[in-house]
Nanobody, 127 residues
């Protein structure tokens, strides 16, 4: 099994940056695509970004495109989400999730397809 632990969240002002980390334990990210989701109070879980296992292709929700960057460091068995130009509407609990690489990229935004989730890290952006 894959166990995921997120870190790096915090309280920042609008326009600031944060880098979230998702570290895998139990086994590596090898053979898995990894995505970031977020969930604000009273709202459904929302797809943010994905990094495919094969080819390292990246995918982003329109709301974060151009501001957020997802990346993978296989040596450290960690996936990152660099968040720049943060806005108050980015406030949410951010989760990383792993999906077997047998799934195509059109599956990435669907949280129901992911078997492995971290516990989440809180990101709060003040105006």
């Amino acid at each position: 099994q894959v166990q995921l632990v997120e870190s790096g969240g915090g309280l920042v002002q609008a326009g600031d940056s944060l880098r979230l980390s998702c570290a895998a334990s139990g086994r590596t990210f090898g053979g898995y695509s990894v995505s970031w989701f977020r969930q604000a109070p009273g709202k459904e879980r929302q797809f943010v970004a994905a990094n495919s296992w094969r080819g390292g292709r990246t995918y982003y929700a329109d709301s974060v495109k151009g501001r957020f960057t997802i990346s993978r460091d296989n040596a450290k068995n960690t996936v990152y989400l660099q968040m720049n130009s943060l806005k108050p509407e980015d406030t949410a609990v951010y989760y990383c999730a792993a999906l077997p690489a047998t799934y195509y990229s059109d599956s990435y935004p669907d949280p129901r397809l992911y078997d492995y989730w971290g516990q989440g890290t809180q990101v709060t952006v003040s105006s």
